[in-house]
């Protein structure tokens, strides 16, 4: 069998995922949200000097404080890095309806685009038309403008 402890040393029962050892089951709410709020930091440890990254206890807890370990005297000292995994799951599901929202309103400019582009050319046609149309005339008005000054006025009195 496999033996877990929590952060303060106290044996816990391993794989107690299973809804029978849990009451009071309602939704977790943290997401996204906070996951933007969280700042990961670059840092080395002050005993060993050795480079590391993570987050700040003292951060985190100003963000959420659910998500971090204190001791009996509720100072911060650390962060449950084992249930940053739940605020995932649900940045990852905001994110992903975001997606989806986005691909909703992609299909609809899609539409809206080829709509229009439809329109556009019935519109390119109808100006060829017109201007072809207005060739035709012109040279009417021309030819009208050339009888007219080769045809003689008569004389006013």
């Known amino acids: 069998g496999t ?21 009071d089951v ?46 009996e005297q509720g100072e911060v000292k650390g962060v449950k890095y084992d249930h940053l995994n739940v605020v995932f799951i649900n940045a990852f599901k905001e994110q992903q309806a975001q997606i989806e929202a986005q691909d909703r309103r992609n299909e609809a400019q899609q539409k809206q685009i080829e709509t229009l582009r439809a329109k556009n050319d019935a519109l390119k046609k109808q100006n060829t038309a017109t201007e072809a149309r207005l060739v035709v005339l012109e040279q009417m ?4 403008m050339e009888q007219m000054s080769t045809t003689p006025q008569p004389k006013q009195r």
Request: charged content about 25%.
């Open 26 to 71: 309602r939704p977790f709410n943290l997401g996204l949200e906070t996951v933007l709020r969280l700042r990961p930091i670059n840092f080395n440890w002050k005993e060993s000097g050795l480079a590391d990254f993570g987050l700040g206890a003292e951060d985190v807890a100003k963000v959420a404080p659910e998500l971090t370990l204190t001791d």
């Open 141 to 144: 008005m021309r030819q009208l």
């Open 3 to 23: 033996v877990c402890f929590n952060p303060l040393g106290d044996l816990l029962q391993c794989g107690s995922s299973s809804l029978k050892w849990k009451t």
